[in-house]
């Protein structure tokens, strides 16, 4: 005890004989000198806001998962990441007060998250800052510790009332965009709302739960678990667990699906993939028993010259059909066609490019003005 007082007393010492301090009058002196030792943030503080899906270690997995924090007299912030990291990184997407996300590579490690404000802000304000691991794969940041400057303190991040379910495949993930999720329509959309999302998708999978394109199940199986594909290639953690669905807080409003481009890619049986589709909305009705569902159409692949190419004629129909007829009235088709054109896609890959997301984000949102649902004015904690 004596010691750390004494530590403190020497430590106080310095900060104040440094050359930029005025010197303390009596009262810095003797009655409450300012605090001198970082602030520590253990992994399971119930003030971090985790979002996304996140193993026991804590790590995460799925494009978009990680945490918010609102932290009051923020000046700085290093994160501990732990051995279960991606190596040689992680790359983050962070937003610092909602200004638009930047990349930061991150170690296993210290590392040091540039949190200052271009406007400082006064004494006892908040800062609330938002991490998300932005790719589909190599997406392990595994959480340890969070270190805040000294006299910071956590106070509660308050959820958005609104809350995106996004699932799907490589369309869902800004697959080969340079920052991955933080450029992908359905990101956007959550921003634009000012909404908590989260997005379950991995590029080549299916729906129908079988091999595809490197992914050992479809989607029919692993929106269900905590991990994504990269389970399979990982050394360190190669097994899957189910997920617990009471972990996404806060419950999610609006549930978006665009799958199907893999499965006809396979070539599976539009009568397979349609009933796959029937059921396994019957299981995700299950978990979300009132929230509106959108269903996407595919935009089609498109060509330099002549129409897109489409798949699944009438499916989407016929699945949303039999989802009314049991009564369900509570789903909606999205047709996107005509939505994306060559122009819009990586020649090569015929993904959408950047600016393509950016196009559909724009599609999405009037779509669901006109539906009913509108951007919040605020963010929940500005
Ligand atoms: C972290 O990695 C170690 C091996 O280095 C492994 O034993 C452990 O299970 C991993 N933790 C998780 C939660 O995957
Ligand atoms: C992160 O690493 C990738 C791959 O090395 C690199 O292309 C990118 O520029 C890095 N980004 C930042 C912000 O350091
Ligand atoms: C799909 O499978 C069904 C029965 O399983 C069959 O009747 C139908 O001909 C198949 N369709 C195609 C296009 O192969
Ligand atoms: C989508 O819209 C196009 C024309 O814009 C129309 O031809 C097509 O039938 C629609 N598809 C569905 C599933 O409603
Ligand atoms: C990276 C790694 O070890 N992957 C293995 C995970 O487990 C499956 C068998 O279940 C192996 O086939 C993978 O090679």
């Not at 800062?127 to 910071?152: C, K």
């Not at 996004?166 to 369309?171: E, L, P």
Request: proline share 7%.
């Amino acid at each position: 005890m004596f010691l750390q007082g004494f530590l403190l007393a020497c430590l106080a010492i310095s900060s104040w004989a440094s050359p930029s301090s005025v010197t303390p009058g009596p009262l810095e002196l003797f009655g409450s000198p300012r605090p001198t030792s970082q602030v520590k943030v253990r992994n399971d503080d119930p003030l971090i806001f985790f979002h996304g899906r996140w193993d026991t270690a804590p790590e995460t997995w799925w494009s978009g998962s990680g945490f918010k924090i609102n932290v009051q007299d923020l000046s700085s912030l290093t994160l501990n990441l732990g051995p279960n990291t991606t190596a040689p990184f992680v790359a983050l997407g962070v937003s610092v007060d909602y200004a638009p996300f930047f990349t930061f590579n991150a170690t296993a490690g210290a590392n040091s998250i540039p949190v200052s404000l271009a406007t400082p802000k006064g004494s006892g304000a908040t800062t609330v800052v938002r991490f998300n691991v932005e790719m589909y794969a190599n997406n392990q940041m595994h959480l340890e510790s969070i270190v805040l400057n000294a006299g910071a303190k956590l106070v509660p991040y308050v959820p958005s009332e609104l809350a995106f379910e996004f699932i799907g495949d490589s369309f869902s993930t800004g697959y080969t965009t340079p920052e991955g999720i933080l450029q992908a329509w359905d990101f956007i959309t959550g921003e634009t709302f000012k909404a908590e999302e989260s997005v379950v998708a991995q590029p080549g999978a299916t729906l129908v739960d079988m091999e595809s394109f490197g992914n050992e199940h479809g989607m029919s199986f692993q929106f269900f678990q905590t991990e994504d594909t990269g389970y399979f290639y990982n050394a360190k953690h190669n097994f899957t667990t189910p997920w617990s669905f009471s972990r996404d807080v806060p419950e999610r409003t609006h549930v978006v699906v665009h799958i199907g481009a893999n499965d006809a890619s396979q070539s599976v049986n539009q009568t397979v993939f349609v009933n796959t589709y029937i059921d396994f909305l019957a299981r995700v009705r299950k978990l979300y028993p009132t929230q509106p569902f959108f269903l996407f159409t595919p935009w089609g692949w498109p060509n330099p010259t002549g129409p897109n190419a489409y798949y699944y004629p009438g499916a989407y129909n016929s699945v949303l059909a039999a989802r009314q007829a049991l009564g369900d009235h509570n789903m909606f088709l999205v047709n996107t066609t005509g939505w994306i054109t060559y122009e819009d896609v990586f020649p090569d890959n015929k993904h959408p490019s950047v600016e393509g997301h950016a196009k559909i984000a724009r599609l999405f949102q009037t779509w669901l003005e006109n539906w009913g649902l509108h951007p919040l004015k605020t963010w929940s904690n500005a």
